[in-house]
T-cell receptor, first 114, second 113 residues
């Protein structure tokens, strides 16, 4: 069974600085997708970034980028130039190709301090 | 794109009562998911529909839980004989075919007293 582990329950960062959130996963599959979702205090989950396992290039979305290490089964999220609006719970998620059961980690609560 | 809509936002019920939640997905999305999220945890998969067909159910979905999507549009999740352990946020999500990402609603927070 696939599992997703986020080892940092809480993190904080100063506004405008960079922070990296960790995620590791366990799977025997070779084709899958990885995601980072953000859940602000309003509770709606929002997709931040996604990565296809077959792509070697790390995904980037504006200030958000990932470091995908397939052999190590690691998928960290880097937030550059942190903004107050980045304060939220961040969930790492795994979905096997052709499967509809998206598995989430326990989340990391990120606080951006002014 | 009006987003995924869930109703109600909050529900407080007494143990033993039945509750029903509704989810309206994004209109062109044929896939619909239900997740449960407890405090301090990530969402846990409950069930998945493609159009009106319920294709997957988690073992978390006990006999007291039933979900429907009768016309392939909105979906309902019913919990019968609620227990205190059912208290959680119930999230609905939808997506298009293929590998498109999930779009989540705001959730329904259930409190069983």
């Amino acid at each position: 069974a696939q599992t997703v582990t986020q080892s940092q329950p809480e993190m904080s960062v100063q506004e405008a600085e960079t922070v990296t959130l960790s995620c590791t996963y366990d799977t025997s599959e070779s084709n899958y997708y990885l995601f980072w979702y953000k859940q602000p205090p309003s509770r709606q989950m929002i997709l931040v970034i996604r990565q296809e396992a077959y792509k070697q290039q790390n995904a980037t979305e504006n200030r958000f980028s990932v470091n995908f290490q397939k052999a190590a089964k690691s998928f960290s999220l880097k937030i550059s130039d942190s903004q107050l609006g980045d304060t939220a719970m961040y969930f790492c998620a795994f979905m096997q190709y052709n499967n509809n059961d998206m598995r989430f980690g326990a989340g990391t609560r990120l606080t951006v301090k002014p | 794109d009006t987003g995924v809509s869930q109703d109600p936002r909050h529900k407080i019920t007494k143990r033993g009562q039945n509750v029903t939640f509704r989810c309206d997905p994004i209109s062109e999305h044929n896939r619909l998911y239900w997740y449960r999220q407890t405090l301090g945890q990530g969402p846990e998969f409950l069930t998945y529909f493609q159009n009106e067909a319920q294709l997957e159910k988690s073992r978390l979905l006990s006999d007291r839980f039933s979900a429907e999507r009768p016309k392939g549009s909105f979906s309902t999740l019913e919990i019968q004989r609620t227990e205190q352990g059912d208290s959680a946020m119930y999230l609905c999500a939808s997506s298009r075919e293929g590998d498109s990402p999930l779009h989540f609603g705001n959730g329904t927070r259930l409190t069983v007293t």
